[in-house]
Protein backbone atom coordinates (compact mmCIF):
# COMPACT_ATOMS: atom_id res chain seq x y z
CA UNK A 1 0.00 0.00 0.00
CA UNK A 2 1.06 3.41 -0.88
CA UNK A 3 -0.13 6.58 1.14
CA UNK A 4 -1.56 8.04 -2.39
CA UNK A 5 -3.78 5.34 -2.62
CA UNK A 6 -5.02 5.00 0.99
CA UNK A 7 -8.61 6.60 1.65
CA UNK A 8 -9.80 4.98 4.65
CA UNK A 9 -7.53 6.13 8.16
CA UNK A 10 -8.51 4.64 11.15
CA UNK A 11 -6.81 5.66 14.73
CA UNK A 12 -6.37 3.27 17.56
CA UNK A 13 -6.54 4.30 21.02
CA UNK A 14 -7.87 1.57 22.66
CA UNK A 15 -7.58 -2.37 22.99
CA UNK A 16 -11.55 -3.14 21.23
CA UNK A 17 -13.45 -5.51 22.51
CA UNK A 18 -11.80 -9.01 20.80
CA UNK A 19 -8.56 -7.93 20.70
CA UNK A 20 -5.99 -5.64 18.72
CA UNK A 21 -5.50 -8.36 16.18
CA UNK A 22 -8.62 -9.65 15.27
CA UNK A 23 -10.40 -5.71 15.38
CA UNK A 24 -6.92 -4.50 12.74
CA UNK A 25 -8.31 -7.86 10.38
CA UNK A 26 -11.99 -6.79 9.97
CA UNK A 27 -11.23 -3.10 9.39
CA UNK A 28 -9.15 -3.72 6.89
CA UNK A 29 -11.20 -6.38 5.45
CA UNK A 30 -13.38 -3.32 5.31
CA UNK A 31 -11.14 -1.01 3.37
CA UNK A 32 -9.48 0.53 5.88
CA UNK A 33 -6.09 1.50 4.69
CA UNK A 34 -4.00 2.85 7.78
CA UNK A 35 -4.16 1.66 10.80
CA UNK A 36 -2.76 4.19 13.06
CA UNK A 37 -1.67 3.45 16.64
CA UNK A 38 -1.89 5.41 19.74
CA UNK A 39 0.80 5.33 22.34
CA UNK A 40 -1.26 3.93 25.06
CA UNK A 41 -1.35 0.75 22.57
CA UNK A 42 2.75 0.84 21.55
CA UNK A 43 2.94 -2.72 23.43
CA UNK A 44 0.82 -4.33 20.67
CA UNK A 45 2.68 -2.82 17.87
CA UNK A 46 4.02 -5.91 16.71
CA UNK A 47 0.95 -7.45 16.65
CA UNK A 48 -0.88 -4.46 14.30
CA UNK A 49 2.22 -4.55 12.03
CA UNK A 50 2.06 -8.15 11.44
CA UNK A 51 -1.87 -7.96 10.49
CA UNK A 52 -1.01 -4.75 8.26
CA UNK A 53 1.55 -6.43 6.44
CA UNK A 54 -0.65 -9.55 5.35
CA UNK A 55 -3.05 -7.35 4.23
CA UNK A 56 -0.59 -5.10 2.54
CA UNK A 57 -2.27 -1.76 5.18
CA UNK A 58 0.02 0.55 5.89
CA UNK A 59 1.01 1.00 9.85
CA UNK A 60 1.44 4.34 11.76
CA UNK A 61 2.81 4.53 15.40
CA UNK A 62 1.83 7.85 16.89
CA UNK A 63 4.05 9.98 18.58
CA UNK A 64 7.47 8.64 19.01
CA UNK A 65 10.06 7.81 15.68
CA UNK A 66 12.25 6.08 17.51
CA UNK A 67 9.56 3.36 18.87
CA UNK A 68 8.02 3.33 15.12
CA UNK A 69 11.50 2.72 13.47
CA UNK A 70 12.10 -0.18 16.02
CA UNK A 71 8.37 -2.09 15.85
CA UNK A 72 8.75 -1.80 12.11
CA UNK A 73 6.00 0.51 11.61
CA UNK A 74 5.80 2.53 8.04
CA UNK A 75 5.80 5.79 10.05
CA UNK A 76 5.11 8.16 12.85
CA UNK A 77 2.35 10.63 13.55
CA UNK A 78 2.69 14.12 15.39
CA UNK A 79 0.13 15.74 17.43
CA UNK A 80 1.29 19.39 15.77
CA UNK A 81 3.11 21.07 13.52
CA UNK A 82 5.59 22.33 16.24
CA UNK A 83 7.08 18.98 17.00
CA UNK A 84 9.70 18.48 15.01
CA UNK A 85 9.06 17.23 11.53
CA UNK A 86 13.02 17.09 10.46
CA UNK A 87 14.08 15.20 13.73
CA UNK A 88 11.42 12.67 13.44
CA UNK A 89 11.78 12.23 9.35
CA UNK A 90 16.02 12.06 9.63
CA UNK A 91 15.05 9.03 12.81
CA UNK A 92 12.62 7.20 10.43
CA UNK A 93 15.16 7.52 7.35
CA UNK A 94 13.95 8.31 3.38
CA UNK A 95 11.29 5.78 3.20
CA UNK A 96 9.36 6.55 6.82
CA UNK A 97 5.95 8.42 6.69
CA UNK A 98 5.77 11.59 8.80
CA UNK A 99 2.08 12.68 9.49
CA UNK A 100 0.66 15.44 11.87
CA UNK A 101 -2.68 16.40 13.24
CA UNK A 102 -3.83 20.09 12.49
CA UNK A 103 -6.47 22.36 14.11
CA UNK A 104 -6.70 25.52 12.39
CA UNK A 105 -5.68 27.11 9.25
CA UNK A 106 -2.37 28.36 10.64
CA UNK A 107 -1.43 24.66 11.69
CA UNK A 108 -1.92 23.50 8.55
CA UNK A 109 -0.07 26.20 6.25
CA UNK A 110 2.88 25.23 8.80
CA UNK A 111 2.89 21.63 8.67
CA UNK A 112 2.53 22.27 4.49
CA UNK A 113 5.59 24.26 4.94
CA UNK A 114 8.03 21.75 6.78
CA UNK A 115 6.80 19.02 4.04
CA UNK A 116 4.88 15.98 5.97
CA UNK A 117 3.70 13.67 4.25
CA UNK A 118 -0.19 13.82 5.18
CA UNK A 119 -2.32 15.93 7.48
CA UNK A 120 -5.23 14.90 9.34
CA UNK A 121 -7.16 18.41 9.62
CA UNK A 122 -9.33 17.92 12.49
CA UNK A 123 -12.43 20.21 11.12
CA UNK A 124 -15.00 17.98 10.56
CA UNK A 125 -17.31 19.04 7.96
CA UNK A 126 -15.78 22.21 7.49
CA UNK A 127 -12.57 20.41 6.05
CA UNK A 128 -12.97 20.89 2.49
CA UNK A 129 -13.89 24.78 2.70
CA UNK A 130 -10.87 25.03 4.73
CA UNK A 131 -8.46 22.88 3.33
CA UNK A 132 -9.24 24.17 -0.77
CA UNK A 133 -8.30 27.94 0.81
CA UNK A 134 -4.74 26.85 2.27
CA UNK A 135 -2.32 27.97 -0.45
CA UNK A 136 0.06 25.20 -1.80
CA UNK A 137 -2.39 22.37 -0.51
CA UNK A 138 -3.21 21.35 -3.75
CA UNK A 139 -1.77 17.16 -4.62
CA UNK A 140 -1.08 17.14 -0.44
CA UNK A 141 -2.75 13.85 0.99
CA UNK A 142 -4.87 15.67 3.54
CA UNK A 143 -7.51 13.18 5.37
CA UNK A 144 -10.43 14.89 6.97
CA UNK A 145 -10.82 14.16 10.62
CA UNK A 146 -12.89 14.49 13.78
CA UNK A 147 -15.60 13.08 11.83
CA UNK A 148 -19.46 12.41 13.80
CA UNK A 149 -20.00 9.72 11.64
CA UNK A 150 -21.65 8.19 8.97
CA UNK A 151 -23.40 11.67 8.04
CA UNK A 152 -20.69 13.88 8.39
CA UNK A 153 -18.76 11.31 6.74
CA UNK A 154 -21.10 12.07 3.81
CA UNK A 155 -20.95 15.19 3.79
CA UNK A 156 -17.49 15.90 3.91
CA UNK A 157 -16.74 13.15 0.68
CA UNK A 158 -19.70 15.65 -0.91
CA UNK A 159 -17.58 18.15 -0.66
CA UNK A 160 -14.65 17.41 -2.36
CA UNK A 161 -12.25 15.77 0.19
CA UNK A 162 -12.11 11.81 -0.41
CA UNK A 163 -10.41 10.88 2.18
CA UNK A 164 -11.33 9.83 5.77
CA UNK A 165 -9.78 9.63 9.48
CA UNK A 166 -12.42 7.83 11.71
CA UNK A 167 -11.69 6.74 15.11
CA UNK A 168 -11.72 3.13 15.91
CA UNK A 169 -15.01 3.66 18.15
CA UNK A 170 -16.91 4.10 14.96
CA UNK A 171 -16.33 1.04 14.06
CA UNK A 172 -16.96 -0.96 17.46
CA UNK A 173 -19.25 -3.60 17.65
CA UNK A 174 -20.33 -6.92 16.41
CA UNK A 175 -19.92 -5.99 12.88
CA UNK A 176 -16.68 -4.02 12.27
CA UNK A 177 -15.71 -5.37 8.33
CA UNK A 178 -19.75 -4.21 7.98
CA UNK A 179 -19.20 -0.77 9.57
CA UNK A 180 -15.85 -0.11 7.67
CA UNK A 181 -17.52 -1.05 4.60
CA UNK A 182 -19.97 1.54 4.84
CA UNK A 183 -17.00 4.11 5.47
CA UNK A 184 -15.84 2.98 2.30
CA UNK A 185 -18.83 2.98 -0.09
CA UNK A 186 -18.70 6.86 0.60
CA UNK A 187 -15.16 7.07 -1.09
CA UNK A 188 -16.36 5.02 -3.66
CA UNK A 189 -15.40 1.24 -3.04
CA UNK A 190 -17.29 -1.69 -3.80
CA UNK A 191 -16.90 -3.75 -0.26
Do not use: K
Not at 119 to 124: D, M, N, Y
Not at 147 to 165: F, K, P, Q
Amino acid sequence: MRLDDALLYVILETEPAGGVGPFCESAIAGGVDVIHLAPALAGRADVVRDVCRRADALFILSEDAAAALASGADGTHMRDASEPVGQYRAMLGGEGLVGVSTHTRNDALLALEMDVDYLLHWEGAACAAAFAALPGAAGNTLFAAGLAGLDEARAVVESGIYRLCIDAAALAGDDVTGRAAAYSRLLGRCI
